[in-house]
């Protein structure tokens, strides 16, 4: 079936998305060309919006400023920094209202095919050096690439004089933490071990 071009051209942006296939794609541009136009130029506008959103300087979490809410939230506890794999982990962990300090977002993990000299690594390590750190939680997911990646920053914060702990097995293995309920979350951060 042939759709104008503007319809492809969305169809094909939906596409692209992760766990969007075609016809779900195609269901997605339908709904939304039936919506009133308020809603469609909200829509819009709220798409544009993304592109004034950047990461931020210090922990790499999504801001729309130089530092992040965090970062420039000075309530927050810098003595603790907690490193996740991706920003909806961010989001995971503040759900359980259980953690109160800074976090470091890698950008993904360590995987057979990927340079690490992509993951915010350097970054972490200086974080951790050149301020009042005195604890850094490993919050990858407990994945065997999750587990791979934290053992790795174990190794490269070894120098250092901070505790590196690692979430406790609340988790089931193989889970994402974006998907966990807050309970096993908290268990998870509460019950951290040190890594040795």
Not at 83 to 105: M, Q
Request: aromatic content about 8%; overall charge negative.
């Amino acid at each position: 079936m042939r759709y104008p071009k503007a319809f492809e051209s969305l169809i094909t942006h939906f596409a692209s998305l992760p766990s969007i296939g075609p016809k779900m794609a195609e269901r997605l541009v339908l709904y939304l060309f039936k919506q009133e136009e308020g809603k469609i130029v909200a829509f819009a506008e709220s798409l544009e919006g993304l592109k004034h959103l950047s990461s931020c300087r210090e922990c790499f979490y999504i801001s729309e400023s130089e530092l992040c809410g965090f970062c420039s939230d000075s309530s927050r506890d810098r003595t603790t920094i907690c490193v996740v794999e991706e920003p909806l982990d961010v989001i995971a962990i503040e759900r359980t209202g259980s953690y109160c300090g800074l976090y470091h977002v890698l950008g993904g993990v360590l995987d057979a095919g990927r340079d690490d000299s992509i993951l915010r690594i350097a970054e972490l390590k200086q974080r951790a050096t050149g301020s009042a750190v005195t604890e850094v939680i490993l919050a990858t997911n407990p994945t065997t690439e999750g587990d791979m990646t934290a053992f790795f920053l174990r190794t490269k914060l070894a120098d250092l004089p901070v505790k590196v702990t690692r979430i406790a097995r609340g988790m089931a293995t193989g889970g994402d933490i974006e998907y966990a309920d807050e309970l096993t979350l908290t268990s998870s951060l509460t019950n951290r071990q040190e890594l040795v």
